[in-house]
């Protein structure tokens, strides 16, 4: 049976599936990543006539199709839909949605529903006790916008909106929740012209001329200025004009931990990510600049060494201008000297073309210039990053049993190709994956950073190779996490998606277990370590567990074997699960902070007050 993609035709009797699934091809979505029941069987029939036109993938976890969904679009740019079915089956999916609005990125999830006809009757796996099927209810915190069809002639309307909504900035998740009947119930619906009604409509928001040349006036009149990026430039698609506008100017650049990618980490004006995994020179480069021009930054609390004045920001007296594609977020947490709504991209290429028109000022030949007095403040801060990359160089240069963290990091770095991509999980291996992983390109590195969301990086390196074929896809995950979603591997099997998985393997869920030692004192470790009755270490043959499943596998605990056995899994073509004994005594070195309140730790110090003598810091928590 073969069916044109687009839209009904006028007078033509559609089932709501069938509207669903055209829609979806019209608007060149690849990939529905799915998980059946049966208030879905009707969506998943409709899907099965195109299925020349449009791939399902079955998952094992709802929540592994929103993670999937959401790490596809993180690379690839172009939405994907997710289809569960009512009651449990969509429960699994708020995490999933939240992990992808935190962090600015989308997917269409479709959820099923039970049948119209059974509103407010408490049928199977009705959410009913307020109000009927009310599913949208349980997931309206976590979408930019929630839809309910109970009739398939509102399906139109609702798709073509969900879809343009999806894409405007910033990206987020959308929710169609469609009961049962409603899937293969028919209605005439009229031709609409178009399925791609967003196709047109531009989301690049143009900042007003004033406040450009603003911004202009107050670079003029910097001695030490700073560019800050947040994943809004690199979802945005502005990492190039980020780059270009900072060796036009010759300012140093640096990114809070959702930006990681912005900028190859080798790049001389590069300083790393802000905050309480961030580096030093960029910690150090933030507190003292008096000028920051901030691009989509998280000034959340991990960002920013929880707002704790100088430890990372110093705003106020440092100046700052802040760009936001979200209106919402300026002033949310610092005070802009010049707040602006737009996108990034444009305000980068309206910048570029103000301080071009005004080239004889900039030129460095011009006595007095902003790049000639800048000059001292880039010396300053590549001295700060000299240190830096001196003190983490000696933290890496050993071959102790378990494999330390710096090492098994650094291998990695070598074997993969600058194009690879990593995706980390939540947990004390993403520390240092924050701190230390030299990203060479946008979306090499993608993570759950606002939501914190263990599991993302397990289940994300499905969708990020899908979206990626050609790009090798290395999981960082801990044990923890992958024991969260261990059926990933039989997807990968059984789809033949050469994905592999580092298992982070010291036992225990040791972020937290970190928290625990640094606020509370040593000793009070609790319910954060793998523990065996008799109180010895625990872990489960993961190597063994992935071979059950049909994936490729070792196990690695000497620092020897690792270069080798990470090369022969990246270059085998197949899924591939390395289970690696990793110390779980070292912490990353710590250059900002992390408050709990009412909790507290001392503020670390890596320098003494001359910024020369590195000290032995004491690193915080997860």
């Known amino acids: 049976m073969s069916h044109e993609s687009g839209p009904s035709q006028n007078g033509q009797r559609s089932k709501g599936a069938d509207i669903i699934a055209d829609h979806l091809i019209g608007e060149q979505v690849p990939y529905v990543f799915a998980l059946c029941g049966h208030g879905n069987v009707g969506m998943l029939d ?22 999937m969904a ?18 449990p089956g969509s429960a699994n999916l708020p995490i999933a949605l ?9 997917f269409l999830a479709i959820t099923g529903n039970v049948p119209t006809t059974q509103f407010n009757r408490a049928p199977f796996q009705e959410s009913g006790y307020h109000y009927q099927a009310d599913f949208p209810t349980v997931v309206r915190p976590y979408v930019k916008r929630s839809f309910q069809a109970t009739r398939p002639e509102q399906l139109p309307v609702a798709l073509r909106q969900a879809f343009t909504l999806m894409s405007a900035p910033p990206p987020g998740p959308v929710h169609l929740d469609v009961p049962l009947d409603v899937f293969v119930e028919e209605a005439a619906v009229p031709d609409a012209g178009t399925t791609r009604w967003n196709a047109g409509i531009s989301p690049e928001q143009a900042a007003p001329q004033e406040l450009i040349e603003s911004v202009v006036e107050q670079l003029r009149t910097s001695s ?8 809004g430039v690199v979802a945005g698609g502005a990492s190039g004009e980020f780059l270009a506008i900072a060796r036009h100017l010759g300012v140093p650049v640096a990114w809070t931990p959702d930006g990681k990618g912005v900028a190859d980490s080798a790049d001389p004006l590069a300083v790393g990510e802000t905050g309480r995994n961030g580096t030093l020179p960029a ?3 933030a507190s003292a600049s008096d000028l920051i021009v901030a691009l989509c930054p998280s000034f959340d609390d991990r960002a920013s060494s929880s707002w704790i004045p100088e430890s990372t920001f110093a705003i106020p007296p440092t100046r700052l201008v802040h760009v936001a594609m979200d209106r919402r977020d300026l002033g949310r947490n610092y005070a802009p000297t010049v707040g602006i709504a737009a996108h990034p991209k444009v305000f980068l290429r309206q910048l570029r073309t103000a301080i071009e028109c005004d080239a004889g000022q ?10 000639s007095r800048w000059s001292a403040w880039r010396e300053q801060v590549a001295n700060w990053r000299a240190q830096w990359d001196l003190l983490l160089d000696s933290h890496s240069k050993t071959d102790a049993i378990p494999i330390k963290p710096a090492r098994l990091l650094d291998d990695l770095r070598r074997v993969l190709a600058d194009d690879a991509i990593l995706v980390s999980d939540v947990g004390l291996h993403h520390n240092w994956i924050v701190q230390r992983w030299s990203a060479r390109s946008p979306n090499s590195i993608l993570h759950s950073w606002g939501f914190g969301a263990m599991g993302f990086g397990v289940a994300g390196a499905l969708g990020a190779k899908l979206a990626a074929p050609s790009r090798s896809v290395v999981a960082v995950v801990g044990d923890g996490g992958f024991l969260m979603f ?17 298992v982070w393997n010291n036992r225990g869920y040791l972020s937290i277990r970190d928290i625990q030692r640094a606020y509370f004192g040593a000793g009070r470790e609790f319910a954060t370590e793998f523990l065996n009755p008799d109180g010895s270490p625990y872990s489960p043959d993961f190597a063994a567990m992935a071979r059950s499943m049909g994936a490729d596998a070792a196990t ?13 899994a990246v270059g085998s073509g197949r899924p591939w699960v390395l289970d690696v004994a990793v110390s779980g005594d070292e912490v990353p070195v710590a250059s900002g902070a992390w408050d709990l309140p009412p909790l507290r730790i001392p503020m670390p110090r890596l320098l003494d007050d001359q910024h020369k003598a590195p000290r032995s810091p004491k690193a915080t928590g997860r």
């Open 46 to 67: 409709a899907l099965l006539d195109r299925r020349d036109q449009i791939s399902v993938v079955s998952v094992h976890h709802e929540t592994v199709a929103g993670f």
């Open 70 to 87: 959401d790490a596809f679009f993180r690379v690839s740019g172009s939405p994907v839909a997710t289809l569960t079915s009512c009651g």
């Open 98 to 106: 939240a992990n992808a609005l935190m962090d600015g990125s989308t």
């Open 224 to 231: 030490r200025p700073l560019l800050l990026a947040g994943r």
């Open 283 to 285: 910690n150090r480069a």
């Open 362 to 371: 900039w030129s460095m030949g011009t006595p007095g210039s902003p790049q």
């Open 486 to 502: 261990p059926s990933v591997v039989s997807t990968a099997v059984e789809y033949g998606i050469p994905v592999v998985w580092l």
């Open 556 to 568: 690695v605990e000497k620092p020897a074997e690792l270069p080798d056995a990470l090369a022969a």
